[in-house]
């Protein structure tokens, strides 16, 4: 969540749809409306000619998910959170238009007016002990679960921040995932014949952990342990006292935002440093921690700057943190080694182990399976002569991350193979940790990075 980011230009929410027959009836009502466009379109493309209904069903996916986007923003809460998910499962099964509107719902959405939020926090804590904070009404930030309050301990001026759900929202969370499954059936948007019960299974799982403040409340204390003695992170202090299941209080940790213009404004050099944390948290979460925070999002890091050059992250949010097997771990690690050290046989058998290949299919899948790993693990490919394109390396042999059109490559080669009869939508485990992986990617392009990353990985492999 972003802790910065004053929502002043938004009129705050005065009322949640958090009942579960006021939901359904939102939901429902843009269902059948989904479905009278959905009977519509289908009699005026008996009319159109064969390109004109290709750009037609284009231009209707984008209309039926830009409608999905808006209902969505509007109800908060777990189906909007769950509509925010299935943008990352659908670049998979879902028609391109659709992914990129749903994509669009991001956390960035109107706050809740305080007389809403304020009654949950003063259950949560009891009227002697919200007595003790002066809260700032005014939300720092407003996601789809909660939102977040910066707040003053009176008696020492400690800096908080108070993260405070949304009323109702852990109650819909069957409803909204039942609801969202119909709803995506009736718009027809997903394949026919395609099983989207693990999907939505997956979704309600990853919802209940969002809304568990306990278990981000563990979560933000392990990071804090892991990282205490290591200078370049700052992770947030929980205060217990102050925190329930539905309120989390943290110190406030100053930072900016990493496309702020005085983070932009460092040296190559501060940048660069700032990147290789970045790919040294990640690969240690992996590899060593087995747990991993998978969302990407800007707001949950800040740049803080320092004056001896030794500049620090600030890590925020730890609710969408995972827990990955270590059967998992040691076959994704399989697929990784082989594909930094172009060894076939290993990325072969840890696709296998993963579920994303299987040894009897034919070879020219398994080596397209290949290329695609080693064109993906490009970055960590150090001084191996051939696998990287001249012009993204500099002088010294360090890749030059800003300019790399890496994801658009990989992209169109796994919009390729997804065309084959062997494609196979990949495990939950790889959407969520991919999602972490293209955002550090994009994190060390909005660095402006250049750092051969290579030996941070094999130090963990």
């Not at 200078?231 to 539905?246: G, K």
């Not at 501060?270 to 979460?285: M, N, Q, T, W, Y």
């Not at 040691?330 to 082989?338: C, E, P, T």
């Given at each position: ?321 995972r827990v990955f097997g270590r059967g998992f771990v040691d076959n994704y690690a399989s697929i990784v080694r082989g594909g930094v050290q172009r060894d076939r046989e290993q990325i072969i058998k840890g696709g296998c182990g993963i579920g994303l ?105």
């Amino acid at each position: 969540m972003d802790r910065d980011k004053k929502d002043g230009s938004k009129p705050g929410m005065a009322h949640l749809k958090t009942g579960s027959l006021e939901r359904n009836i939102a939901l429902t009502k843009l269902g059948f409306g989904a479905g009278t466009k959905i009977v519509a379109h289908s009699i005026a493309n008996l009319f159109r000619g064969e390109i004109s209904r290709t750009q037609s069903d284009r231009d209707f996916y984008k209309r039926q998910a830009e409608i999905l986007r808006d209902e969505l923003g509007q109800l908060k809460g777990s189906v909007m959170k769950a509509g925010q998910m299935l943008s990352l499962y659908g670049q998979y099964f879902l028609p391109e238009e659709a992914v990129t509107v749903l994509s669009q719902l991001q956390d960035d959405t109107p706050a809740v007016h305080w007389k809403v939020v304020g009654p949950v926090l003063e259950r949560a804590l009891g009227r002697a002990r919200l007595a003790e904070l002066d809260v700032d009404e005014h939300p720092l930030a407003a996601a789809s679960l909660g939102q977040a309050h910066r707040a003053r301990r009176k008696r020492d001026g400690l800096e908080l921040v108070v993260k405070i759900q949304y009323p109702g929202v852990a109650d819909a969370i069957e409803s909204d995932i039942k609801t969202l499954s119909r709803l995506i059936a009736m718009t027809r948007m997903a394949p026919k014949g395609l099983d989207l019960n693990p999907i939505f299974a997956e979704l309600r799982e990853m919802l209940h952990r969002e809304v568990d403040y306990a278990a981000e409340r563990n979560f933000t204390e392990t990071f804090a342990r892991k990282l205490a003695d290591d200078p370049r992170f700052v992770v947030p202090r929980v205060l217990t006292e102050y925190s329930s299941d539905q309120v989390l209080t943290t110190t406030y940790e100053h930072g900016y935002h990493v496309k702020d213009a005085k983070v932009q404004a460092l040296s190559l050099e501060r940048r660069s440093a700032l990147g290789k944390a970045f790919v040294d948290v990640f690969v240690s979460e992996l590899f060593r921690w087995n747990m991993v925070q998978t969302d990407p999002h800007f707001g949950n890091y800040r740049i803080r700057p320092e004056e001896d050059g030794n500049d620090r992250i600030v890590l925020l949010d730890f609710g969408a943190t995972r827990v990955f097997g270590r059967g998992f771990v040691d076959n994704y690690a399989s697929i990784v080694r082989g594909g930094v050290q172009r060894d076939r046989e290993q990325i072969i058998k840890g696709g296998c182990g993963i579920g994303l290949m299987s040894a009897d299919f034919p070879r020219n899948v398994l080596e397209a399976f290949c290329d695609m790993c080693e064109m993906i693990t490009e970055p960590f490919a150090g001084d191996d002569p051939g696998r990287v394109p001249a012009h993204l390396l500099n002088e010294r042999g360090e890749y030059k991350w800003y300019e790399s059109d890496l994801p658009m490559r990989a992209g169109q080669l796994a919009a390729k193979n997804a065309f084959s009869k062997y494609f196979r939508v990949p495990p939950r485990e790889i959407v969520f940790l991919h999602r972490r992986l293209s955002g550090v990617f994009i994190m060390l392009a909005t660095l402006r990075a250049e750092l051969n990353a290579r030996p941070l990985l094999m130090d963990v492999l």
